[in-house]
């Protein structure tokens, strides 16, 4: 007598294909979320690079504008009527 070997395969429903699914559903979910993370936090280190950048530039400038000896430091325009807007503490 030969035994059949599709004999138990009317009780199988898919469960495992059902819950390989699922997990893969929810790996995807969390690539997505992992991908997205991690483009916000690359623009956020642009930023803050752009950011740094800006106040070094600033920086050098009054640096620059200090020591330059072509800048004439004339203080006459400052007095207390503030006129254009110049006004003497």
Request: one cysteine or more; proline letters at 2%; aromatic letters at 2%.
């Amino acid at each position: 007598m030969a035994i059949s070997a599709h004999h138990g395969s009317k009780k199988q429903r898919g469960t495992a294909l059902i819950v390989s699914l699922l997990i893969l559903l929810v790996l995807t979910i969390l690539g997505v979320a992992a991908m997205s993370t991690t483009t916000m936090e690359e623009k956020m280190a642009g930023n803050s690079r752009k950011i740094d950048l800006a106040f070094q530039s600033a920086e050098s400038a009054l640096r620059d504008a200090q020591t330059d000896p072509a800048i004439k430091n004339d203080l006459t325009a400052f007095d207390s009527t503030c006129t254009n807007g110049l006004c003497l503490p």
